[in-house]
């Protein structure tokens, strides 16, 4: 059973950093593309950066662009992302996801061609 177990979120300013993690078991981690994305009540799902299985490759989302890294440690079997110049319009629950497929050199920015999700991790930022 695939388990996707997101931390690090919490409270910061507008300016401010945070480092999410996510912790990955059941899975064949180097095997997998992951991602993060974003969800706010009343919001669709947005697609934040994505990391494929070399760590050769990342792809973000438009507004967060600069501002965001992804990066992977596969023997730790674990996804972080790290958040800067963090703006209120960032606050969201940022959920881990995995792709098993192989895809070649593309990397999926839609939430229906990943398989497995994390419950999230709440993140505030403040005016």
């Known amino acids: 059973q695939v388990q996707l177990v997101e931390s690090g979120g919490g409270f910061v300013q507008t300016g401010g950093s945070l480092r999410l993690t996510c912790v990955a078991s059941?899975?064949?981690?180097?095997?997998?593309?992951m991602a993060w994305f974003r969800q706010t009540p009343g919001k669709e799902r947005e697609f934040v950066a994505a990391v494929s299985r070399s760590g050769s490759t990342t792809v973000f989302g438009d507004s967060v662009k600069g501002r965001f890294t992804i990066s992977r440690d596969d023997a730790k079997n674990t996804v972080y992302l790290q958040l800067k110049s963090l703006h209120p319009e960032d606050t969201a629950v940022y959920h881990c996801t995995a792709d098993p497929s192989w895809r070649g050199d593309y990397i999926p920015r839609s939430g229906v061609e990943y398989d497995s999700w994390g419950q999230g991790t709440q993140v505030n930022v403040s005016s």
């Open positions: 059941g899975l064949t981690f180097n095997r997998n593309t």
